[in-house]
Nanobody
């Protein structure tokens, strides 16, 4: 069984920074893509950033130039460096992984439980 656990959320003032981490646990051979999504109250879940196993990245327009996604394949961990945070960034941030290959299965996907990021003005 694959599990994703996020960490690093918290309260920060506008203009500040946070670094989110998400570690995938289990007997994992590889993960195709990992990403971060967020959902604010009253809004639909939206994609923040994704990164493939070869390092190709994609960002939502709202976070380009401010957020950086990275991953450590050896640790099965994805990070989201969040700089120049805005109150509009306040959301629960969820980690996602797809194309997970384990010793027993392939093509799995998984979601973390979420970590809350609150940006004060």
């Amino acid at each position: 069984q694959v599990q994703l656990v996020e960490s690093g959320g918290g309260l920060v003032q506008a203009g500040g920074s946070l670094r989110l981490s998400c570690a995938a646990s289990g007997t994992i051979f590889s993960i195709n893509a990992m990403g971060w999504y967020r959902q604010a109250p009253g809004k639909q879940r939206e994609l923040v950033a994704t990164i493939t196993s070869d390092g190709s990245t994609n960002y939502a327009d709202s976070v380009k130039g401010r957020f950086t996604i990275s991953r450590d394949n050896a640790k099965n961990t994805v990070y989201l460096q969040m700089n120049r945070l805005k109150p509009e960034d306040t959301s629960v941030y969820y980690c996602e992984a797809d194309g997970i290959m384990t010793i027993e299965e392939d093509g799995l996907d998984a979601w973390g439980q979420g970590t809350l990021v609150t940006v004060s003005s």
